[in-house]
């Protein structure tokens, strides 16, 4: 199973990004999805998750009403959108996936993508 997190970058403060979360060896299609970010010298926080029917998704109350996150299911993406970004937001961001295996759940990440926010 592989993750890749991609369209992080450098902004301004206000301005946008959508970051996108791809898989290979899980279908992210029928499986819930979370986005991580840790910013520097902190810990790894959960920013946002979407379950596998897309009925649900959650938000951390830091980020709530500024970040949305979707499927593509044709594409087999998800996407995070960060609108109104904050010099707090700059971290890296990842996506996580999980699954049972066996008796045990199993954890996949992705390597991330940097996002920088600029004054």
């Known amino acids: 199973v592989q993750l890749v997190e991609s369209g992080g970058g450098t902004v301004r403060i206000g301005e946008s990004l959508r970051l996108s979360c791809a898989a290979s060896?899980?279908?992210?299609?029928?499986?819930?999805v979370n986005w991580f970010r840790q910013p520097p010298g902190s810990g790894r926080e959960l920013v946002a998750s979407i379950s596998s029917s897309t009925t649900s998704t959650s938000f951390s109350e830091s980020i709530q009403a500024r970040f949305s996150i979707a499927r593509d299911r044709a594409q087999k993406l998800v996407y995070l959108q960060m609108n109104n970004l904050k010099l707090e937001d700059k971290a890296v961001y990842y996506c996580?996936?999980?699954?049972?295996?066996?008796?045990?759940?199993?954890?996949?990440w992705g390597r991330g993508t940097q996002v920088t926010v600029s004054s």
């Open positions: 060896g899980i279908d992210l299609n029928t499986n819930a």
């Open positions: 996580k996936v999980q699954r049972w295996e066996g008796p045990s759940i199993v954890h996949f």
